[in-house]
């Protein structure tokens, strides 16, 4: 089976542009999230779905940011506009209906530069 | 108050050696799962181990143990008989409560295996 996949892999933008990653979870899970990793922060979890719903953006840094999941094979985060702060790798993590043991499969991330 | 702490930032093992990760963590909740995260180079978040609160043992996947001890609220990684595609770091991560989706996460260890 394949795993959870984002595009792009790396991500070279300058301030002020329009970023948008794309996630495709695993088939057949029904959670999905969004991470941020940064050195100084470490992983922060930006935004949850469940069953294509958001149900938690508490961690979305500011308005610049926005998810979106139209169906349960896709996802986005978009950063709008972009600044050099939100340089960091992205991932996307899925799970499976949640009884209690779940672990989150997590993709290879995208690596955003923003210059 | 951080939940997940990880005191390690970095270790050396030699090759074929153990080595045990720290993880200490801190909830009120008497429900919770522990799980353990590698991070090579390449950037994606690898699933190691997961041990739920009520587990009556240590889980073990592999190479991989972990060290669970309750009363210090301790849940340390052991890896046996590293090997030297074990360089990565190493990421604790806690669920509090059954239904609670969020993991949160510690700093990490960055494991370097010797030959």
């Known amino acids: 089976d394949a795993g959870v996949i984002q595009s792009p892999r790396h991500e070279v933008t300058e301030m002020g542009q329009e970023v948008t990653l794309r996630c495709k979870p695993i088939s057949g899970h029904n959670s999905l999230f969004w991470y941020r990793q940064t050195m100084m922060r470490g992983l922060e979890l930006l935004i949850y779905f469940n069953n294509n719903v958001p149900i938690d953006d508490s961690g979305m840094p500011e308005d610049r940011f926005s998810a979106k999941m139209p169906n349960a094979s896709f996802s986005t985060l978009k950063i709008q506009p972009s600044e050099p702060r939100d340089s960091a790798v992205y991932f996307c993590?899925?799970?499976?209906?949640?009884?209690?043991?779940?672990?989150?499969?997590f993709g290879p991330g995208t690596r955003l530069l923003v210059l | 108050a951080q939940k997940i702490t990880q005191t390690q930032p970095g270790m050396f093992v030699q090759e074929k050696e153990a080595v045990t990760l720290d993880c200490t963590y801190d909830?009120?909740?008497?429900?919770?799962?522990l799980f353990w995260y590698k991070q090579p180079s390449s950037g994606e978040m690898i699933f190691l181990i997961y041990?739920?609160?009520?587990?009556?043992q240590n889980a073990t996947e592999g190479r991989y143990s972990l060290n669970f001890q309750k009363a210090r609220k301790s849940a340390n990684l052991v890896i046996s008989a590293s090997q030297l595609g074990d360089s990565a770091m190493y990421f604790c991560?806690?669920?509090?409560?059954?239904?609670?989706?969020?993991?949160?996460f510690g700093a990490g260890t960055t494991v370097t295996v010797r030959a």
């Open positions: 993590a899925s799970s499976p209906r949640w009884t209690g043991k779940e672990t989150q499969y």
């Open positions: 041990q739920g609160s009520y587990d009556q």
């Open positions: 909830t009120s909740d008497p429900s919770y799962g």
């Open positions: 991560a806690m669920r509090e409560g059954t239904s609670d989706y969020k993991l949160s």
